[in-house]
């Protein structure tokens, strides 16, 4: 898989969904399936889009002892998905345990990706929360090593982390990166921010835009504008 775009459908319900991914007609975009919609709608979701062509991030974000994560990632593997994920705090055992349980019996798998601190997280919250002394950037460093360590294929990781990421982990570990935003867009809530152009130019593997695209009068085209600032 190359460069991407993946767009955040962070819809409530499957009506919803599909109102929106009526609207794709040509290309079928690769789209991201988060924690709302799946456990509204349960795996039906992902087989239903599945069956209309795209290719599904599941972002469900497993972290638990290493054989449960195993097994549940044995059953989104069966559901055909293209890219799942999990913390990397989960340890190296658990991610390695969340390979062998994805691995399909003929030897493919989905991509796994690794999150390592969430962007909601500050040094300030890690560290009194956590209990986790170290400067945020080194301990990010540290999980992505971590996931490489253990066989994943990558991290999501902020537009500004990605350069870092690929200097510690090579260039062929993946980076997938939220927080993009038009440069004549409104950037939300999002605080650290890059336009589709600047992530490429940073070396990220896939985007994940959600608002820019999913709120736009014209979501068809401001995903065709991604594509071709990002893509081509
Ligand atoms: O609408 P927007 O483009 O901000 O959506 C970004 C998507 O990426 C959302 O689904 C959000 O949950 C996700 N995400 C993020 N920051 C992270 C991890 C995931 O924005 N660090």
Do not use: W
Not at 135 to 142: E, G, Y
Not at 167 to 183: H, I, Q, S
């Amino acid at each position: 898989m190359g460069r991407d775009v993946i767009i955040a459908c962070d819809f409530a319900s499957a009506e919803k969904t599909f109102e929106f991914l009526d609207k794709f007609t040509g290309r079928k975009p690769f789209v991201k399936i988060g924690m709302e919609l799946f456990y509204a709608e349960g795996p039906a979701i992902v087989k239903e889009i599945k069956a209309r062509g795209h290719k599904i991030f599941l972002d469900l974000k497993l972290h638990d002892i290493p054989n449960t994560v195993k097994k549940s990632m044995a059953v989104l593997s069966g559901l055909d998905v293209d890219m799942t994920n999990l913390h990397a705090a989960g340890t190296k055992r658990m991610m390695e345990g969340a390979l062998e349980g994805l691995t399909r019996p003929d030897g493919t798998r989905p991509l796994l990706i690794a999150v390592t601190q969430l962007t909601s997280t500050d040094q300030e919250t890690m560290e009194a929360d956590l209990l986790i002394k170290e400067p945020i950037d080194k301990v990010v460093m540290h999980y992505a090593s971590n996931a490489k360590d253990a066989g994943l294929d990558g991290v999501v990781c902020s537009p500004l982390e990605a350069g870092k990421v690929h200097e510690t982990c090579g260039e062929k570990f993946l980076t997938v990166t939220p927080g993009v935003r038009f440069a004549d867009g409104d950037i939300g809530d999002q605080k650290r921010v890059m336009t589709p152009a600047e992530a490429k130019k940073i070396g990220s593997d896939y985007i994940v835009v959600g608002r820019p695209i999913t709120a736009a009068e014209d979501p068809v085209a401001a995903y065709e504008r991604c594509v071709s600032e990002f893509c081509d």
